[in-house]
């Protein structure tokens, strides 16, 4: 029954490194979104793709890279990770049936939780 | 800024009692309107999603949306302590791709 998956559930890494989070989705859905939580702040969205090698930023990109070269992996990537990049980020896939057909199908990945120190 | 509001509670509801949580949005251009549910330490899951006025019914859930308002709300009936859960409001801004998130609302429902 698995349905999206994250490469790391949690991970430290130090200020500076580049950081790489992957997700990886089973359903065949065409949009991935990468989403970070923070308490106080909510679900915030980073990145989403709707097709293989297409991007686009959401709220807050800056910091971040992503890369989707097969239409099942979405990676995120953090070029050099701060203190400020400490969160739990979330990875989603969702497949958009037409808002006639009253459809939404979405999931979301169980999470890593990242530690920059 | 666009944004969704959500009163972060906790919001406390005797068992088998009616939950009412409520969200409000400011982009009058948004279109989809979703519930999530999160479980502490686990990922949000979609409970519902509405995008016509009125309301819409998925077993204990309802959705209650009134766009000329910019209202949005959940209601569950008899309420169970396993509904204990945060509830997030979302609302498409820009499409169904850019979704704005509500802080969430935190459910607490006594025995």
């Known amino acids: 029954d698995v349905k999206v998956t994250q490469s790391s559930r949690y991970l430290v890494k130090r200020t500076g490194e580049k950081v790489f989070l992957e997700c990886v989705q089973d359903?065949?859905?065409?949009?991935m979104f990468w989403y970070r939580q923070d308490p106080g702040l909510g679900l915030r969205l980073i990145y989403f793709?709707?097709?293989?090698?297409?991007?686009e930023k959401g709220d807050i990109p800056e910091g971040y890279s992503v890369s989707r070269e097969k239409k099942e992996r979405f990676s995120l990537i953090l070029e050099s990770a701060s203190t400020n990049q400490t969160s739990m980020y979330l990875c989603a896939s969702t497949l958009t049936q037409g808002r006639t057909s009253g459809d939404y199908e979405q999931y979301f990945g169980p999470g890593t939780r990242l530690t920059v120190t | 800024q666009k944004e969704v509001e959500q009163n972060s509670g906790p919001l406390s509801v005797p068992e088998g009692a009616i939950a009412s949580l409520n969200c409000t949005y400011s982009d009058r251009g948004s279109q989809s309107f979703f519930w999530y549910r999160q479980y502490s330490g686990k990922s949000p899951e979609l409970i519902m999603f509405?995008?016509?006025?009125g309301d819409k019914e998925d077993g204990r859930f309802t959705a209650q949306l009134n766009k000329a308002s910019q209202y949005v709300s959940l209601l569950i009936r008899d309420s169970q302590p396993s509904d204990s859960a945060t509830y997030l409001c979302?609302?498409?801004?820009?499409?169904?791709?850019?979704?704005?998130f509500g802080i969430g609302t935190k459910l607490q429902v006594i025995p």
């Open positions: 793709s709707y097709d293989v090698k297409m991007k």
């Open positions: 979302a609302a498409d801004s820009g499409g169904y791709q850019k979704v704005t």
């Open positions: 359903m065949d859905h065409e949009n």
């Open positions: 509405i995008y016509s006025n």
